[in-house]
């Protein structure tokens, strides 16, 4: 089992940053490929970012220049830089770790982001 508590949530005005952390315990390791989805208010959840352990990233469009993933496999922690922030990056943000042995997906609890125009 895996446990992620995601923490960094915040209110912020449009084009101001956060940073998003997302600690990882239980049967973690540089094998899991970890990332982050989203849910706005009466929208479906949408992906955002991934990373591998080794550090290979992949961004929806909507983020691409604008947001960073990076983890540090030493802490068990991985992050989510947002810079120039807008409204539409309004949502709960939710952390994710794969499962390396069988299929299936570790999700954490949600940390609110808010940007106000």
């Known amino acids: 089992q895996v446990q992620l508590v995601e923490s960094g949530g915040g209110l912020v005005q449009a084009g101001g940053s956060l940073r998003l952390s997302c600690a990882a315990s239980g049967s973690i390791s540089r094998a899991n490929v970890m990332g982050w989805y989203r849910q706005a208010p009466g929208e479906q959840r949408e992906f955002v970012a991934s990373i591998t352990g080794g550090g290979s990233t992949n961004y929806a469009d909507s983020v691409k220049g604008r947001f960073t993933i990076s983890r540090d496999n030493a802490k068990n922690t991985m992050y989510l830089q947002m810079n120039s922030l807008i409204p539409e990056d309004t949502g709960v943000y939710y952390c994710?770790?794969?499962?390396?042995?069988?299929?299936?997906?570790?999700w954490g609890q949600g940390t609110q982001v808010t940007v106000s125009s």
């Open positions: 994710y770790a794969d499962r390396v042995v069988r299929t299936g997906r570790f």
